[in-house]
């Protein structure tokens, strides 16, 4: 016996692992924090320290080191674990740019893969905090370990867990690739985002760039990639709480702005725009609209919304860009969100005011033939409640993809200011009466005649003439219509628990 004990390794005493551990923390590693400074930023601790709800962080592979010998790098440049988010249980994972840049190596690919497969298994919704410059290339020489698994578990997670990113510096190549599969992109404004750095674009081009000549924040806000675009790292999480909140059972009621107000929203003059935002944020509860992909696809809102504490999805046309009509972006932009919502069972409200679908040439070189279909594709295999108010303007292909009667919403209501219309009267009136009108050889009495028969139709499609052929269930006083959705949510049983995922996100 006394000769096994002298032959036993020794152990690893107690004060070995706490030195270990505290070796990890910032507070060990204050050259390394100064770095940070420098570029104006937190440290990857830092942000899961503001995310995460106080001593909830439970941290998984922290004691992990560099594949390569001679390398050194505190949890090889990737934090990670789980952690209560205003009291939800959630993954982080957290890229260190103190580590080799926040590089992707061998052995923190493996660590983010373990935390995906934990999220997969346990249904738990995802943050990343995505700062870091793509792959280590110094783990090319390690054998046995490959990336791709990390990429192809994290995207499993579409429409089954939330997914949030946060950008609060660089994030290129897989890093930009994580982004890019998260159901929302939350970015700095300083912020800058590629394929590839500036090492490859260089190799590659020829050119010599700075991360932020490659792919700038406002570039990727302009193409749809970023959702939610924010001043700093502060905001930043404020926001990715206030997005996950949407996700999570109802709060109680909110407060209502004064909802005469929305009575005077929509101009006399249908010719003048309005800002739909308004109405929006008139009829939810005050405080409570997150707008996503502000800067693409103008030509609709896409936002969450509480009505009651009550989270629900709102797409809205926006008659501030093309007088609402809709192109390709616009539709894409609310296929994805009317995808979210119905991934996790999310009401969704629609404000329709809008002539159409785009037409001309130009329009259809942008391929709207397919683009507009992934809109009404997406409407039409829903599963959740949808609400529609018509605004104004309920023209064409346009209205009929905006919650119109074929998709059964839950309700359809109209405001006094409601015009319907297979396509835009002007139009009709030019078709149905063409005979009569080419007969007519004075072009003032035939423009005269044209006014006539296009009158006479919009006569034929106001709000209360449509309401009288049961074209809407009611046309309403606009200040009633937060009382009314209230009271048709209450009639809406909240979905039943669901074991597997009910259909996968697009990325874009």
């Not at 439970?58 to 789980?82: C, F, H, K, Q, S």
């Not at 949808?386 to 905006?402: F, S």
């Amino acid at each position: 016996m006394a000769a096994d004990q002298t032959s036993a390794p020794p152990r690893v005493s107690l004060d070995e692992v706490r030195a270990a551990h505290d070796a990890l923390q910032d507070a060990a590693r204050p050259q390394t924090v100064a770095r940070q400074r420098k570029r104006n930023r937190w440290t990857a601790r830092e942000g899961i320290a503001a995310l995460a709800d106080p001593a909830s962080f439970v941290e998984y592979g922290g004691l992990v080191r560099p594949a390569i010998a001679g390398m050194e790098g505190a949890a090889d440049g990737l934090v990670m674990g789980t952690a209560r988010v205003d009291g939800r249980p959630v993954d982080i994972v957290a890229y260190d740019y103190t580590v080799y840049a926040g590089t992707q190596s061998s052995n923190n690919h493996a660590k983010i893969s373990r935390m995906f497969d934990h999220a997969l298994q346990n249904r738990l919704p995802v943050i990343c905090w995505l700062d870091g410059g793509g792959a280590r290339p110094h783990d090319m020489k390690v054998e046995g370990r490959g990336s791709a698994e990390t990429f192809v578990i994290f995207s499993r997670l579409s429409g089954l867990v939330p997914t949030v990113a946060i950008l609060p510096g660089r994030a290129f190549a897989g890093h930009a690739n994580l982004a890019g599969m998260c159901d929302v992109l939350i970015a700095t404004r300083d912020s800058a985002m590629g394929m590839a750095g500036p090492p490859l674009v260089e190799a590659a081009l020829g050119l010599k760039l700075s991360p932020e000549e490659i792919g700038p924040s406002d570039v990727h806000f302009a193409a749809g990639a970023i959702d939610i675009l924010v001043e700093d790292e502060a905001e930043a999480v404020d926001k990715a709480k206030r997005y996950l909140a949407y996700f999570g059972p109802p709060l109680p009621p909110g407060e209502a702005a004064d909802q005469t107000a929305l009575r005077a929203l929509v101009p006399d003059n249908p010719r003048r725009a309005y800002d739909v935002r308004r109405v929006i944020n008139g009829l939810a509860d005050m405080g409570s609209v997150q707008e996503l992909r502000g800067g693409y696809g103008r030509a609709m809102v896409t936002a969450f919304a509480r009505l009651g504490g009550r989270t629900v999805g709102v797409i809205a046309n926006q008659p501030m860009f093309l007088a609402g009509a809709m192109d390709g972006p616009a539709c894409e932009k609310s296929a994805r969100f009317v995808q979210i919502c119905d991934a996790f069972d999310i009401p969704l409200l629609v404000l329709c005011d809008t002539p159409g679908l785009m037409v001309g040439p130009e329009i259809e070189k942008t391929g709207l033939v397919r683009r507009s279909a992934r809109l009404l594709a997406a409407m039409a295999n829903a599963t959740i409640p949808i609400m529609t108010v018509v605004l104004r303007k309920a023209y064409g292909l346009g209205y009929y993809i905006m919650g119109s009667r074929p998709f059964d919403p839950a309700i359809l209501l109209a405001w006094p200011t409601a015009e319907f219309g297979g396509m835009g009267l002007e139009g009709a009136a030019s078709i149905i009466h063409r005979k009569e009108l080419e007969a007519i050889d004075d072009a003032g009495q035939r423009a005269a005649v044209h006014r006539e028969r296009t009158d006479a139709l919009k006569r034929y499609n106001t709000a209360l003439e449509v309401a009288a052929r049961f074209g809407y269930d009611d046309v309403i006083d606009p200040a009633d219509t937060r009382a009314i959705l209230l009271n048709t949510l209450a009639t809406l049983p909240p979905a039943p628990p669901r074991a597997t995922r009910k259909r996968m996100i697009e990325p874009y």
